[in-house]
Protein backbone atom coordinates (compact mmCIF):
# COMPACT_ATOMS: atom_id res chain seq x y z
CA UNK A 1 0.00 0.00 0.00
CA UNK A 2 1.69 3.19 -0.75
CA UNK A 3 2.42 5.57 2.02
CA UNK A 4 0.55 8.90 2.62
CA UNK A 5 1.89 12.13 4.23
CA UNK A 6 0.34 11.21 7.60
CA UNK A 7 1.72 7.99 7.44
CA UNK A 8 5.30 8.73 6.93
CA UNK A 9 5.70 12.22 8.94
CA UNK A 10 7.12 11.27 12.37
CA UNK A 11 6.60 6.97 11.61
CA UNK A 12 9.66 5.48 10.15
CA UNK A 13 13.40 5.57 10.53
CA UNK A 14 15.25 7.59 8.59
CA UNK A 15 16.29 5.97 5.77
CA UNK A 16 19.61 4.33 5.00
CA UNK A 17 20.58 6.55 1.98
CA UNK A 18 20.05 9.72 4.38
CA UNK A 19 21.98 12.69 3.17
CA UNK A 20 24.63 14.34 5.03
CA UNK A 21 22.85 16.84 6.88
CA UNK A 22 20.47 13.65 8.18
CA UNK A 23 23.77 11.26 9.14
CA UNK A 24 24.74 14.25 11.19
CA UNK A 25 21.68 14.39 12.79
CA UNK A 26 21.95 10.92 14.02
CA UNK A 27 25.29 11.27 15.65
CA UNK A 28 24.81 12.46 19.30
CA UNK A 29 25.13 14.80 20.77
CA UNK A 30 21.77 16.05 18.53
CA UNK A 31 21.90 19.65 18.23
CA UNK A 32 19.01 21.13 19.15
CA UNK A 33 17.58 25.01 18.55
CA UNK A 34 15.23 26.37 20.68
CA UNK A 35 12.28 28.88 19.27
CA UNK A 36 10.68 30.47 22.07
CA UNK A 37 12.20 31.81 24.84
CA UNK A 38 9.25 32.46 27.24
CA UNK A 39 8.07 30.81 30.50
CA UNK A 40 7.57 27.11 28.77
CA UNK A 41 10.63 27.31 26.45
CA UNK A 42 13.34 27.94 29.47
CA UNK A 43 11.60 24.75 30.75
CA UNK A 44 12.84 23.23 27.50
CA UNK A 45 15.83 24.84 27.27
CA UNK A 46 16.72 23.46 30.79
CA UNK A 47 15.78 19.82 29.56
CA UNK A 48 17.89 19.89 26.65
CA UNK A 49 21.06 21.37 28.74
CA UNK A 50 20.52 18.23 30.77
CA UNK A 51 20.11 15.56 28.34
CA UNK A 52 23.12 13.59 27.49
CA UNK A 53 21.82 12.81 24.06
CA UNK A 54 21.69 16.84 23.00
CA UNK A 55 22.89 19.99 23.09
CA UNK A 56 21.50 23.54 22.95
CA UNK A 57 23.11 25.28 19.52
CA UNK A 58 21.16 28.42 20.12
CA UNK A 59 18.16 30.23 21.70
CA UNK A 60 15.67 32.36 19.16
CA UNK A 61 12.67 34.51 20.59
CA UNK A 62 11.12 37.60 19.12
CA UNK A 63 11.69 39.17 22.99
CA UNK A 64 14.86 39.84 23.48
CA UNK A 65 15.33 39.91 27.36
CA UNK A 66 13.25 36.32 27.46
CA UNK A 67 16.22 35.19 25.13
CA UNK A 68 19.17 36.73 27.02
CA UNK A 69 17.94 35.19 30.00
CA UNK A 70 17.66 31.60 29.04
CA UNK A 71 20.83 32.45 27.09
CA UNK A 72 22.78 33.45 30.51
CA UNK A 73 20.76 30.26 32.44
CA UNK A 74 22.18 28.02 29.84
CA UNK A 75 25.20 29.28 28.29
CA UNK A 76 23.95 29.10 24.61
CA UNK A 77 23.90 31.86 22.58
CA UNK A 78 21.19 34.05 21.47
CA UNK A 79 20.71 33.50 17.63
CA UNK A 80 19.09 35.09 14.36
CA UNK A 81 16.75 32.57 13.12
CA UNK A 82 18.77 31.84 9.97
CA UNK A 83 21.83 31.15 12.07
CA UNK A 84 19.63 29.11 14.72
CA UNK A 85 18.66 26.74 12.08
CA UNK A 86 22.02 26.68 10.45
CA UNK A 87 23.52 25.19 13.87
CA UNK A 88 20.65 22.57 14.22
CA UNK A 89 19.77 19.00 13.21
CA UNK A 90 16.11 19.77 15.62
CA UNK A 91 14.26 22.84 16.06
CA UNK A 92 12.02 22.62 19.30
CA UNK A 93 9.23 25.16 18.69
CA UNK A 94 7.63 26.67 22.39
CA UNK A 95 6.43 30.01 20.80
CA UNK A 96 1.98 30.89 21.14
CA UNK A 97 -0.07 28.58 19.25
CA UNK A 98 -0.91 31.47 16.62
CA UNK A 99 3.25 30.64 15.51
CA UNK A 100 3.60 27.13 15.75
CA UNK A 101 2.74 26.73 12.16
CA UNK A 102 4.49 29.33 10.70
CA UNK A 103 7.75 28.40 12.57
CA UNK A 104 7.57 24.70 12.29
CA UNK A 105 6.95 25.20 8.49
CA UNK A 106 10.43 27.41 8.55
CA UNK A 107 12.26 24.53 10.15
CA UNK A 108 10.67 21.23 8.08
CA UNK A 109 11.65 23.43 4.86
CA UNK A 110 15.22 23.88 5.93
CA UNK A 111 15.41 20.40 6.45
CA UNK A 112 15.35 20.26 10.55
CA UNK A 113 13.33 17.64 12.79
CA UNK A 114 11.00 19.71 14.47
CA UNK A 115 9.14 18.86 18.33
CA UNK A 116 6.20 21.37 18.16
CA UNK A 117 4.29 22.57 21.67
CA UNK A 118 0.54 21.45 21.51
CA UNK A 119 -1.69 22.33 19.53
CA UNK A 120 0.33 21.39 16.30
CA UNK A 121 -1.47 24.46 14.65
CA UNK A 122 -4.75 26.74 14.92
CA UNK A 123 -6.10 25.60 11.87
CA UNK A 124 -6.54 22.23 9.98
CA UNK A 125 -5.11 23.53 7.34
CA UNK A 126 -2.31 24.58 8.72
CA UNK A 127 -1.73 20.96 10.44
CA UNK A 128 -2.02 19.29 6.86
CA UNK A 129 0.70 21.60 5.64
CA UNK A 130 2.53 20.84 8.73
CA UNK A 131 2.28 16.75 7.59
CA UNK A 132 3.21 17.48 4.35
CA UNK A 133 6.10 19.57 4.72
CA UNK A 134 7.69 16.63 7.18
CA UNK A 135 6.82 14.11 4.75
CA UNK A 136 7.94 16.13 1.57
CA UNK A 137 11.65 16.44 3.64
CA UNK A 138 11.59 13.63 4.92
CA UNK A 139 11.68 14.95 8.50
CA UNK A 140 10.42 14.13 11.98
CA UNK A 141 7.72 15.48 13.47
CA UNK A 142 6.37 15.47 17.25
CA UNK A 143 3.55 17.10 18.67
CA UNK A 144 3.85 18.06 22.41
CA UNK A 145 1.05 16.27 23.84
CA UNK A 146 2.84 16.48 27.27
CA UNK A 147 0.51 14.36 29.17
CA UNK A 148 1.25 11.10 27.02
CA UNK A 149 4.42 11.38 28.73
CA UNK A 150 2.91 11.78 32.22
CA UNK A 151 3.35 8.68 34.67
CA UNK A 152 -0.31 9.25 35.30
CA UNK A 153 -0.71 7.83 31.86
CA UNK A 154 1.53 5.08 32.45
CA UNK A 155 -0.26 4.10 36.03
CA UNK A 156 -4.23 4.69 33.48
CA UNK A 157 -2.54 2.62 30.52
CA UNK A 158 -4.09 -1.04 30.46
CA UNK A 159 -6.56 -0.44 33.12
CA UNK A 160 -8.99 1.56 31.05
CA UNK A 161 -10.37 -1.50 29.51
CA UNK A 162 -13.24 -0.59 26.90
CA UNK A 163 -14.81 2.93 27.93
CA UNK A 164 -18.18 3.30 27.55
CA UNK A 165 -18.94 6.47 29.54
CA UNK A 166 -15.72 9.00 30.21
CA UNK A 167 -15.80 12.15 32.46
CA UNK A 168 -13.17 14.60 32.76
CA UNK A 169 -12.75 17.83 34.24
CA UNK A 170 -9.44 19.95 34.51
CA UNK A 171 -10.08 22.96 36.19
CA UNK A 172 -7.62 25.45 37.77
CA UNK A 173 -6.82 29.00 38.68
CA UNK A 174 -6.31 32.13 35.93
CA UNK A 175 -3.03 32.51 34.59
CA UNK A 176 -2.44 34.87 31.94
CA UNK A 177 -0.18 32.67 29.59
CA UNK A 178 -1.70 30.72 27.43
CA UNK A 179 -4.81 33.09 26.52
CA UNK A 180 -3.88 33.71 23.22
CA UNK A 181 -6.02 30.54 22.76
CA UNK A 182 -9.11 29.67 24.26
CA UNK A 183 -9.14 27.37 27.42
CA UNK A 184 -10.64 24.39 25.07
CA UNK A 185 -6.89 24.35 23.19
CA UNK A 186 -4.86 25.39 26.35
CA UNK A 187 -6.69 23.41 28.36
CA UNK A 188 -9.26 20.38 26.94
CA UNK A 189 -7.07 19.42 24.40
CA UNK A 190 -5.35 17.36 26.64
CA UNK A 191 -8.12 15.54 27.86
CA UNK A 192 -9.39 15.10 24.35
CA UNK A 193 -5.96 13.71 22.94
CA UNK A 194 -6.44 11.23 26.04
CA UNK A 195 -9.78 10.20 25.52
CA UNK A 196 -9.08 10.02 21.62
CA UNK A 197 -6.46 7.56 22.43
CA UNK A 198 -8.46 5.27 24.78
CA UNK A 199 -11.86 5.23 22.72
CA UNK A 200 -9.84 4.90 19.50
CA UNK A 201 -12.68 5.94 17.54
CA UNK A 202 -13.64 8.72 15.58
CA UNK A 203 -16.45 11.63 16.99
CA UNK A 204 -19.73 11.33 15.62
CA UNK A 205 -21.26 14.69 17.27
CA UNK A 206 -20.47 17.16 19.72
CA UNK A 207 -22.46 19.33 22.17
CA UNK A 208 -20.66 22.30 24.12
CA UNK A 209 -20.80 25.27 25.76
CA UNK A 210 -18.29 27.96 26.82
CA UNK A 211 -17.82 31.49 27.75
CA UNK A 212 -14.53 34.18 28.22
CA UNK A 213 -14.86 35.22 31.25
CA UNK A 214 -11.81 37.52 32.23
CA UNK A 215 -9.61 37.04 28.88
CA UNK A 216 -11.19 37.79 25.63
CA UNK A 217 -11.13 33.97 24.26
CA UNK A 218 -13.63 31.18 26.17
CA UNK A 219 -11.72 30.65 30.06
CA UNK A 220 -14.74 27.93 30.55
CA UNK A 221 -16.33 25.34 28.71
CA UNK A 222 -17.94 22.14 28.89
CA UNK A 223 -18.73 19.40 26.02
CA UNK A 224 -20.41 16.33 25.40
CA UNK A 225 -18.83 13.91 22.63
CA UNK A 226 -20.48 11.21 21.35
CA UNK A 227 -18.24 8.62 19.53
CA UNK A 228 -18.71 6.54 16.07
CA UNK A 229 -17.96 3.39 18.62
CA UNK A 230 -21.38 4.45 20.69
CA UNK A 231 -19.01 5.93 23.89
CA UNK A 232 -19.50 9.33 25.27
CA UNK A 233 -17.61 11.77 27.14
CA UNK A 234 -18.08 14.63 28.70
CA UNK A 235 -15.41 16.69 29.63
CA UNK A 236 -15.02 20.29 31.90
CA UNK A 237 -12.30 22.80 31.40
CA UNK A 238 -11.42 25.76 32.89
CA UNK A 239 -8.78 28.33 33.96
CA UNK A 240 -11.06 30.61 35.91
CA UNK A 241 -11.67 28.46 39.15
CA UNK A 242 -10.87 28.86 42.54
CA UNK A 243 -8.94 25.38 43.13
CA UNK A 244 -6.75 23.19 40.92
CA UNK A 245 -8.45 19.76 39.83
CA UNK A 246 -7.65 16.70 37.47
CA UNK A 247 -9.96 14.44 37.09
CA UNK A 248 -11.07 11.24 34.77
CA UNK A 249 -13.86 8.55 35.45
CA UNK A 250 -14.01 5.98 32.84
CA UNK A 251 -16.92 3.21 32.94
CA UNK A 252 -16.93 0.06 30.98
CA UNK A 253 -18.61 -3.27 30.43
CA UNK A 254 -16.02 -4.90 33.40
CA UNK A 255 -15.96 -1.79 35.80
CA UNK A 256 -14.65 1.46 36.26
CA UNK A 257 -11.83 3.35 36.75
CA UNK A 258 -11.31 6.92 38.74
CA UNK A 259 -8.48 8.80 37.83
CA UNK A 260 -7.11 11.87 40.58
CA UNK A 261 -4.10 13.30 38.27
CA UNK A 262 -3.74 16.45 41.53
CA UNK A 263 -3.00 13.86 44.25
CA UNK A 264 -1.75 10.74 41.99
CA UNK A 265 -4.15 8.13 42.73
CA UNK A 266 -5.59 5.48 40.75
CA UNK A 267 -9.18 3.37 42.08
CA UNK A 268 -10.34 0.64 39.72
CA UNK A 269 -13.53 -1.70 40.38
CA UNK A 270 -12.86 -4.22 37.70
CA UNK A 271 -14.72 -7.86 37.77
CA UNK A 272 -12.44 -10.69 38.99
CA UNK A 273 -9.80 -8.27 39.49
CA UNK A 274 -8.09 -7.26 42.82
CA UNK A 275 -9.44 -7.31 46.18
CA UNK A 276 -13.17 -8.65 46.27
CA UNK A 277 -15.41 -5.91 47.02
CA UNK A 278 -18.32 -7.07 49.42
CA UNK A 279 -21.24 -5.20 47.98
CA UNK A 280 -20.44 -6.01 44.35
CA UNK A 281 -20.25 -10.09 44.14
CA UNK A 282 -17.99 -11.19 41.82
CA UNK A 283 -15.84 -7.70 41.24
CA UNK A 284 -12.16 -6.58 43.32
CA UNK A 285 -11.00 -3.02 43.93
CA UNK A 286 -7.33 -2.01 42.94
CA UNK A 287 -5.85 0.73 44.21
CA UNK A 288 -2.76 2.37 42.23
CA UNK A 289 -0.39 5.47 43.40
CA UNK A 290 2.50 6.93 41.36
CA UNK A 291 5.74 9.11 41.70
CA UNK A 292 6.02 11.75 39.32
CA UNK A 293 8.12 11.60 36.85
CA UNK A 294 9.66 14.34 34.82
CA UNK A 295 7.10 14.11 31.86
CA UNK A 296 9.01 17.10 30.01
CA UNK A 297 12.52 15.41 30.02
CA UNK A 298 10.51 12.41 28.93
CA UNK A 299 8.75 14.21 25.90
CA UNK A 300 12.11 15.50 24.64
CA UNK A 301 14.13 11.87 25.21
CA UNK A 302 11.35 10.88 23.40
CA UNK A 303 11.95 12.64 20.13
CA UNK A 304 15.71 12.94 20.69
CA UNK A 305 15.19 8.59 20.63
CA UNK A 306 13.14 8.95 17.35
CA UNK A 307 15.89 10.86 15.52
CA UNK A 308 18.98 8.84 16.82
CA UNK A 309 17.80 5.45 17.02
CA UNK A 310 14.76 5.30 14.58
CA UNK A 311 12.16 4.97 17.33
CA UNK A 312 8.47 5.81 16.29
CA UNK A 313 7.25 8.95 17.25
CA UNK A 314 5.62 9.23 20.65
CA UNK A 315 3.08 11.74 19.45
CA UNK A 316 3.13 11.98 16.00
CA UNK A 317 1.76 14.74 13.60
CA UNK A 318 -1.74 12.88 12.87
CA UNK A 319 -2.35 12.61 16.62
CA UNK A 320 -2.10 16.05 17.03
CA UNK A 321 -3.82 16.77 14.10
CA UNK A 322 -6.70 14.62 15.75
CA UNK A 323 -7.14 16.31 18.70
CA UNK A 324 -6.90 19.83 17.31
CA UNK A 325 -9.98 18.44 15.13
CA UNK A 326 -11.41 17.61 17.87
CA UNK A 327 -10.95 21.01 19.47
CA UNK A 328 -11.52 22.92 16.88
CA UNK A 329 -15.26 20.86 16.80
CA UNK A 330 -15.57 21.63 20.34
CA UNK A 331 -15.07 25.76 19.75
CA UNK A 332 -17.34 25.22 16.42
CA UNK A 333 -20.48 23.76 19.09
CA UNK A 334 -19.45 26.56 21.25
CA UNK A 335 -19.97 28.76 18.95
CA UNK A 336 -23.17 27.37 17.52
CA UNK A 337 -24.55 27.64 20.87
CA UNK A 338 -23.75 30.73 21.49
CA UNK A 339 -25.37 32.05 18.48
CA UNK A 340 -28.98 29.90 19.59
CA UNK A 341 -28.51 31.32 22.74
CA UNK A 342 -28.57 35.14 21.62
CA UNK A 343 -31.32 34.47 19.58
CA UNK A 344 -33.66 33.53 21.87
CA UNK A 345 -32.46 35.98 24.47
CA UNK A 346 -30.89 33.99 26.72
CA UNK A 347 -27.36 35.80 25.75
CA UNK A 348 -27.09 39.35 26.73
CA UNK A 349 -24.03 41.24 25.70
CA UNK A 350 -21.40 42.65 28.08
Sequence with gaps: MPETPATRAGLRPLPANASPSTTRAMSAPLR???????????FHALKIVASPRATLAGVHDHNAVHADAVARET??????????????????????AAAHHPIAAIALRAGKHVLVEKPI????????????????????????????????????SGRAGTPLYIEATRIGAFKQRGTDVSVVLDLMIHDLDLILTLTGSDIESVEAIGAPIVSAQDDMA????????????????????????????????????TVDFANRRLHVIRRERGDPV????????????????????????????????GAPVAVDAAAGRRALAAALAVSHAIAESRTRMAASGLLKPH
Design 32 to 42: VGLVGAGHFGR
Design 75 to 96: GAPVLALPDLLAASDAIIVAVP
Design 121 to 156: ATTLTDADDLVSLAARHRRLLQVGHLERFSAANGAL
Design 222 to 257: NARIRFASGAVATITASRVASRTERRMRIFGPDGYV
Design 278 to 309: PTLPGFGAESVSWEDHDALAAEQEAFFASILD
